[in-house]
């Protein structure tokens, strides 16, 4: 599997980073499409580095963009072992991007969008250092079934989703919701009226008071 890449910002600050955020796009994008997030984040965080990698794969229903597995059939077998294949490819990706800063394990956190939240909420789940918090918009837990028997840590979650999302139904988020209390993993949610799928303002809002906490308390027990 090919080495991830993508752009990469900040810290704001201007020194040498003390945390890092890893940004994940959705299907048909790349890794552009979040990192323009970094600069407003960074006023709560000004000390942390981000990076918005490019999924492994070519989108396969379009001439362009990225996706982390395909969604052609939307079987959810199918999109299990897609969605672990990603992790494949995003594991080493942090831990490379840690070590290129100089950060201790846990001094990270995930965000995504669409299938890059339902990647980051597989992934960090899953991680033996598990990082500060997981920022999942507009998007899905996959594989709930394997959680129990796989759960590493539990960082806390932010769930992010537009109530008239009609790519994502919004059902997903409260389904991840129940599933993860479920597991004793801290969650909160936030539904947006009349959003559909994407981030607003509240949103963004939430996202950068959940990042400064996160960073600004001791890391979770694994």
């Not at 945390?19 to 890794?31: I, K, W, Y």
């Not at 006023?43 to 794969?57: E, Q, S, Y």
């Not at 362009?64 to 597995?69: D, L, N, P, S, Y």
């Amino acid at each position: 599997m090919a080495e991830l890449d993508g752009p990469r910002w900040g810290p704001a600050n201007g020194g040498k980073a003390r945390q890092l955020v890893v940004l994940c796009h959705g299907v048909g994008a790349d890794g552009n499409d979040l990192i323009d997030l970094a600069p407003y984040w960074a006023r709560a965080i000004p000390d942390a580095a981000f990076v918005a990698p490019h999924a492994p794969d070519p989108f396969d229903l379009a001439p362009f963009g990225r996706q982390w597995f395909p969604i052609g059939t939307l079987d959810p077998h199918a999109l299990g072992g897609g969605v672990r294949r990603a992790r494949a490819a995003l594991d080493p990706f942090i831990d490379a991007e840690l070590a290129r800063l100089s950060l201790p394990a846990d001094a990270y956190a995930l965000m995504g969008f669409s299938q890059g939240a339902m990647t980051v909420l597989f992934t960090g789940l899953r991680r033996a250092v598990p990082p500060r918090a997981i920022l999942a918009y507009s998007g899905a837990l996959l594989a709930p079934e394997s959680l129990p028997a796989e759960l590493a840590g539990r960082p806390p979650v932010l769930l992010v989703h537009g109530e008239a999302d009609e790519i994502v139904p919004p059902s997903r988020s409260r389904d991840a919701e129940a599933a993860l209390r479920a597991a004793g993993v801290p969650v909160e949610s936030l539904l947006v009226p009349k959003l559909a799928h994407g981030i607003d303002d509240s949103g963004l809002s939430l996202g950068a008071l959940t990042l400064q906490r996160a960073f600004a308390a001791p890391a979770s027990p694994a």
